[in-house]
């Protein structure tokens, strides 16, 4: 459970395919950036609406690419050799999943924006405490991302509310190695939007990826072994509890006999 074993392990693991897993990450980012990079510039020039429109049609390539990046993290993960056509037959096999999860991601995303626009122009202190909240709630949405992907995958029958459901329960059970693998995967981005490491963001998506799916299922096989290991110790503790003795009544003469 420690978060930075996580990553180091992660960044092993991309390091050691890192020609495929550029090349994949290159093309994710082709295919995903444009329309949210769109959208924050007509956000900025004062057209909110179509700002939403371009934000929600990110779904489409973000479901698909997004996808198909973690089918190659999935098999990285397991050991197995991955390829560009890994990547393309997981996008077409599992894309409807995937529009399903980010669409739902998205809109969310986009009312969270909103409820932090809105009350951040609300000057009195409940303007500031509204603000506040919703900006939580945005970094805990945000957070979600870490588990989405990777449940897709993992769960046996593929549901958009059952990938959430499990995502939150992920994410708020162990909410201090969520946090601490939100924080560093932020720290990330940001250095591979840096002028000297520019070069980085082409593999920043593909080790995001990677780390995603370890960190999963780290949390998924500790969780298991959580329960497995409280199941023994009730078991444990109802073998070594005494058994009540049968209770007992006089009889006429004065004898005591088991109750019947």
């Known amino acids: 459970m420690n978060p930075f074993q996580v990553f180091w392990q992660s960044a092993c693991d991309t390091f050691e395919d890192l020609l495929p897993l550029t090349l994949i990450s290159t093309v ?28 929600m049609l990110t779904t489409l390539p973000m479901g698909t690419a997004s996808v198909g990046l973690t089918v190659i993290a999935q098999r990285i993960h397991e050991g197995r050799t991955v390829s560009w056509g890994d990547f393309v037959a997981g996008a077409r096999r599992h894309s409807r999943s995937g529009w399903g999860v980010y669409g739902a991601w998205l809109a969310g995303l986009l009312v969270l924006l909103v409820n932090v626009s809105f009350y951040a122009q609300i000057e009195a202190p409940i303007g500031v405490y509204l603000t506040l909240l919703f900006a939580y709630f945005l970094v805990a949405w945000i957070s979600l991302l870490i588990y989405l992907g990777p449940l897709m995958l993992l769960q046996e029958r593929p549901s958009v509310r059952l990938a959430f459901r499990n995502a939150f ?11 601490v693998t939100q924080v560093l995967m932020s720290i990330i981005v940001c250095l591979s939007m840096w002028p000297p490491l520019f070069l980085l963001i082409l593999i920043t998506p593909a080790l995001l ?13 500790a969780d298991a072994e959580a329960r497995h290991q409280a199941r023994q110790e009730r078991e444990r503790a109802s073998a070594t509890t005494p058994s009540n003795p049968p209770a007992t009544e006089k009889g006429r003469s004065g004898q005591i006999r088991p109750r019947e």
């Open 169 to 179: 329960v992920l994410a708020f059970s162990r909410p201090l190695f969520t946090l």
């Open 209 to 221: 990826a990677v780390w995603g799916f370890r960190a999963t299922v780290t949390l998924i096989i």
């Open 28 to 55: 994710w980012l082709l295919v995903v950036l444009p329309l949210p990079l769109l959208a924050g510039g007509l956000a900025v020039g004062g057209a909110p609406f179509g700002a939403a429109a371009l934000l």
